[in-house]
């Protein structure tokens, strides 16, 4: 069994979020990797493989291809970094391409600070679309959160590597 770590990010928070997560795995002793989705897609999971998705959250949950265009616009406005893996898919086109599966997974998410009900949740789309795959959550979805300059707020890597720990011992 893997654990992997399956994500999309605009600005690198979610990507930095998704690697807390894997260390967090690793250091309890579970095999972990972190993928973008366009490497998940290019390297789909296997059978047997643990799926925890995640994404940021854009207009209550997951992007689209003209907010992840509109995010891109932004940054250079903003004076953001564009994550790496940006220009690929989206996780809700990868999800939308899955495989059906009978396998484990969670669902994490980034959004910016403040009640969800205001704010959405991307991992509640996440997690609607593993179990419509066919896939059994292990995990309550969790957000991370992020100040509205697009940083993380303070102690959520920590949060995030203590929530890998956590998936470990529910595996």
Known sequence: MTVLVIYESMYGNTHRIAEAIVRGLTEAGVPAEVRSTAEAQ???PGAGDVLVVGAPTHGHGLSRENSREQAVRD???HHLDVDGS???PGVREWLAALD???GRAAAFD???KGPAMLTGRASQKIVRALQEHGYELVAEPESFLVT???ELVPGEE???LAWGRGLADTL
Do not use: D, I, K, L
């Open 110 to 112: 980034t959004r910016v």
């Open 148 to 150: 509205m300059g697009n």
């Open 100 to 102: 059906a599966g009978t």
């Open 158 to 160: 920590e949060r995030a």
């Open 86 to 88: 940006a220009a690929g």
């Open 75 to 77: 940054a250079s406005r």
């Open 42 to 44: 290019r390297r789909p």
